[in-house]
T-cell receptor, first 112, second 112 residues
């Protein structure tokens, strides 16, 4: 079984809809991250969490919110989706900030 | 200047060739460096960490040049399966996760 899982894997939604992307991990890591990837722009950090009570904004947090329900679960929400949030979204975990990050398989989100 | 820059490629080389590409970074305080591999529409996966003394893993060699602020990746005897996008990651010491920077990637295509 995969160490980091994401649901859904693909989602098409309409402008203005609320959507939640979920991430679960079995690696036992405290640190979890949400990134989005756009062609030519690389991975950009949306939010990160060092433990259940520690959540921080990343480079591009506007329009997004997160919830760390447990050590193993970190959800990303788009309160009112807009077309420029169409992207590939990755969740990742790491043991420390300086260690390797382990990524989930990604969620391809399309906002019409 | 971008914080982390990579030649986007694509590098198109024949099987068996040696190929190298660099990644430059602007923050001289950067301490942790990594190369990740990303296959099309898949998640990034760690290829290798980059140590100050350089490191080698089979056909892959990573080096760090602090004076000129770049890291490099050398692939010898390239295989068709090496075709992928290679991302460099730079992490300044003592920073929060918000400072982790992913390059936008270098595309490599190995032809038969």
């Amino acid at each position: 079984d995969a160490d980091v899982t994401q649901t859904p894997r693909n989602r098409i939604t309409k402008t203005g809809k609320r959507i939640m992307l979920e991430c679960s991990q079995t690696k036992g890591h405290d640190r979890m991250y949400w990134y989005r990837q756009d062609p030519g722009l690389g991975l950009r950090l949306i939010y990160y969490s060092f433990d259940v009570k520690d959540i921080n904004k990343g480079e591009i947090s506007d329009g997004y919110s997160v919830s760390r329900q447990a050590q193993a679960k970190f959800s990303l929400s788009l309160e009112s989706a807009i077309p420029n949030q169409t992207a590939l979204y990755f969740c990742a975990t790491s043991e420390t900030t300086y260690n390797e990050q382990f990524f989930g398989p990604g969620t391809r989100l399309t906002v019409l | 200047r971008k914080e982390v820059e990579q030649d986007p490629g694509p590098f198109n080389v024949p099987e068996g060739a040696t190929v190298a590409f660099n990644c430059t970074y602007s923050n001289s305080a950067s301490q942790s460096f990594f190369w990740y591999r990303q296959d099309c529409r898949k998640e990034p996966k760690l290829l290798m960490s980059v140590y100050s003394s350089g490191n080698e893993d089979g056909r892959f060699t990573a080096q760090l040049n602090r004076a000129s602020q770049y890291i490099s990746l050398l692939i010898r005897d390239s295989k068709l399966s090496d075709s992928a996008t290679y991302l460099c990651v730079v992490n300044p010491q003592g920073s929060s996760a918000s400072k982790i920077i992913f390059g936008s990637g270098t595309r490599l295509s190995i032809r038969p």
